[in-house]
């Protein structure tokens, strides 16, 4: 079993910006912490994969 889980997540929680973007995160899970890290990118809602998780924008990979 895995010790930490490493993911990307937009925050929907978080209200929408300005321009229309939302903030991309690292959600860092360690055995029962999480821990969400800010990247400082952001992307809107329709130019992210929720399946995979991940922006289809290829550029935005982090």
Known sequence: M???NIANSI???KPVKR???YP???RVRV???EMKLSTNIETEKER???K???PKDKALLI
């Open 2 to 4: 895995a010790e930490y």
């Open 48 to 50: 992210w994969d929720f």
């Open 11 to 13: 925050r929907t929680d």
């Open 19 to 21: 321009n229309g973007k």
């Open 52 to 54: 995979k998780q991940e």
């Open 31 to 33: 055995r029962d912490k």
């Open 24 to 26: 991309i995160h690292l």
